[in-house]
Structures are given as C-alpha cells and as structure tokens.
C-alpha cells in the first residue's frame, strides 16, 4: 500500500493549484482527477476573466497548462477516481476505482460542484454549444443577442439581471406562479424592460444546429401549451451539488452538502484534512477564487505537515 505525504483528490483549478504549490513545498502530492480532468471548467469553451490571457483561453487549455505546470514541479498527477476513504484515523485510507489503496498524512479534496441540469438529451447535446450553468463565465459570448435563463431563485434573477446588461433580451423561465428569489431580487427583474418572465413554464426541448443553439421549446404547465422561442444561448441557474457525499460521514457540511472549513482557512473538522474550490463554496464558484483556495489549501498542509511526521503516524487516532 502507498503512502503519501500529501493526496489531492480532484482536478479543476482549486486541485491543480493544491498540487502546484505543495510541490513547491517539498510534499510530493500524489493527485487524482476524478471522472472530469480539469473539472467544470472543462465543460465551458473560452475563459475571458481568467487574469493573465488578455485575449482569453480555451478552457480545456488553460487546465492543461495547470495541470502541465503541476507535473514538471514535480507533482504525480494520475487518472482515477477516489471511490472510498477512511478518516477515522491518520494517515488516512482512500481507495482509488474500487481496489488501489493508498495512506496519505493529509488530504486536500478538491472534488468540485456539479451544475444541476434538467436532464434533456438536446441540453447535454449543447452543452459549451449555447447551453451553459454559469452566466458569469459565457455571458459575454451573447452581447446582443437573445438568451434565456431557467430558475426562480437568487441565482437565476442576478444571471438574468447580469446578461440584461449584456443581452438584447433575456427570457427568465420560471416553473412556478412566482419567483423564489428575496424581494430586492424580484424587483430587480420584474422592472427590468429586457427581462420577460415566462411564469408556469417548463422547457421540453433546446434546438441547435451545427453551429449550437438556435431555440428551445417550452410548454406552460397549466394550459399544456407549447411554443418556440428563437435565441442563442440557454442558462442553466437552478443549482449546484457539490461532490462531498463521500465525505459526508466524517466531515461537517451545511444544509446543501459544501463542505465546512474553519474561517479564513481551508481546514475542516479533522486535522490534516483541507477542503478548497467549489466544494466547499457556495458563493462565488469561480475559476480563479477556486485557484486561490487551492493555494490556501496547499499552505495549510504544508503547515500541518512537519507536526505529524510520517514515521510516527501510522496508528495515529484523529482527535
């Protein structure tokens, strides 16, 4: 059985960057991407507000340059996915795709949040084509065009509100007789002139062609009635889940699932267990806040490292 001195679990931003800097601290991280190398992000095409490419980058780019810089500093980037661990007791056991065992002193888990969907085989088929979960990232793609975003919440009214600024219309489409969002949002959206809300309204199907999205097809729930609504970009803003339930036996959560971490710090409830990037945030969920919690969390392990030296660990109980 292998044992680590630091093991990240996840890719994405907040994964490579933990790798990056505890390399540089002499912790030989072993890190494993899970299912989706590069995380989220990969799922989005150009990134724009990425500081330091002027003109923008390829998603799936810019994580593979991350990735390319957390190896040639001397990180052990591998494919797999953690299936099972044991944090009851340091070093701690994590299981990669179900029989590789390996014992690591601290653990940074990066594991991410996944945009919820509504499930439609045309929304995966768009899917960074004009159907996109974060209107903070691909909003500027559709200046001037028409858009729609789905959700009744704060999340859909600040992203239908965001691309008003942007867009030449925004359908806000709202299952429901009323938005859930707090009132200051409500009246944000119902005065804004850009903004239709479909009330009671549902999506069937988003249209496209080779170039991506050209429309969608909704349907009100109450009449049954359908129609065909013309636009470019179809916004997803009905949630996020983060990856935690592997953890969730050992680990303090809030009432969605994140991942809870010691103020102004990446530590959770077990020492020498750190948590960064969307995981644990259900805030900003951004690119580069997720790179900063990485590095937040690498400097922690880096800090917890020399109190528990490997040879004396192997029976140690986490207090």
């Excluded at 509100?161 to 119902?190: G, N, P």
């Excluded at 990446?266 to 900003?284: C, E, H, L, R």
Aim: proline share 4%; charged share 25%.
């Amino acid at each position: 059985m292998d044992r680590v001195k630091c093991l990240i679990i996840g890719s994405g931003p907040a994964g490579y960057t933990a790798a990056i800097y505890a390399s540089r601290a002499n912790l030989a991280p072993l890190l494993f991407e899970g299912m989706q190398p590069g995380g989220q992000l990969t799922t989005t095409t150009t990134i724009e507000n990425f500081p330091g490419y002027p003109n923008g980058i390829d998603a799936t780019e810019m994580m593979g340059k991350m990735r390319e810089q957390a190896i040639n500093l001397g990180a052990d980037v591998r494919y797999g996915t953690v299936t099972e661990c044991n944090l009851q007791e340091r070093p701690f056991k994590v299981v990669v795709d179900g029989d590789k065992e390996f014992l690591a002193e601290s653990l940074i888990i990066a594991t991410g949040a996944s945009a919820k969907y509504l499930g439609l085989p045309s929304e995966e088929k768009f899917k960074g084509m004009g159907v996109s979960a974060c209107a903070t990232c691909d909003g500027f793609f559709y200046r001037k065009r028409v858009v729609a975003v789905v959700g009744g919440g704060d999340t859909a009214c600040e992203e239908a509100t965001y691309l008003a600024s942007l867009c030449s219309k925004v359908y806000l489409i709202v299952r429901r007789d009323q938005l859930r969002a707090s009132v200051a949002m409500r009246e944000r959206v119902t005065s804004n002139p850009k903004i239709e809300i479909l009330w009671n309204t549902n999506t069937k199907e988003v249209l496209g062609d080779s170039n991506g999205v050209t429309g969608i097809v909704v349907e009100n729930n109450k009449s049954g009635e359908q129609r065909e609504i013309a636009l470019e970009g179809f916004f997803l803003a009905i949630g996020h889940h983060p990856n935690s339930e592997l953890f969730a036996k050992y680990l303090n959560l809030d009432k969605e699932g994140y991942i809870k971490t010691e103020e102004n710090s990446s530590a959770t409830n077990i020492p020498g267990v750190f948590a960064a990037g969307d995981v644990m945030d259900p805030k900003y969920r951004q690119a580069i806040v997720a790179a900063a919690s990485g590095c937040k969390a690498a400097m922690d392990a880096e800090k917890f490292a020399p109190a528990i030296p490997m040879k004396e660990t192997s029976n140690t109980k986490v207090s």
